[in-house]
């Protein structure tokens, strides 16, 4: 059974850092790109950032690129997104999403459940 588990979200002041952990089980982890995906109150999905199975291939959303920087271990299946910089408009709910194969298609096939992040003083 695939499991994809979400931590280290919490409330942090803008200009704060945060980050991220998913932890993946039940699949060959280093054989299958995976996102980050957060949803804000009110709007829909957007992904942030996404990586290859190999981890040397990545992508960002113009929303956090040079800010946000994703990683993995293939060792420790897990799945990392280290924030830097936040603003109140990161707030939302970060999802830990994996694609059906190594690469970044349209639609995933498994999501984690979800950790919140919000930014405020």
């Known amino acids: 059974e695939v499991q994809l588990v979400e931590s280290g979200g919490g409330l942090v002041q803008p200009g704060g850092s945060l980050r991220l952990s998913c932890a993946a089980s039940g699949f060959t982890f280093s054989l299958y790109a995976m996102a980050w995906v957060r949803q804000a109150p009110g709007k829909g999905r957007e992904r942030v950032a996404a990586?290859?199975?190999?981890?040397?291939?990545?992508n960002y959303a113009d929303s956090v690129k040079g800010r946000y920087t994703i990683s993995r271990d293939n060792s420790k299946n897990t799945l990392y997104l280290q924030m830097n910089n936040l603003k109140p408009e990161d707030t939302a709910v970060y999802y830990c999403?994996?694609?059906?194969?190594?690469?970044?298609?349209?639609?995933?096939?498994?999501w984690g459940q979800g950790t919140q992040v919000t930014v405020s003083s």
């Open positions: 990586i290859k199975g190999g981890g040397f291939g990545t």
């Open positions: 999403a994996k694609y059906p194969e190594n690469y970044y298609s349209t639609n995933y096939d498994y």
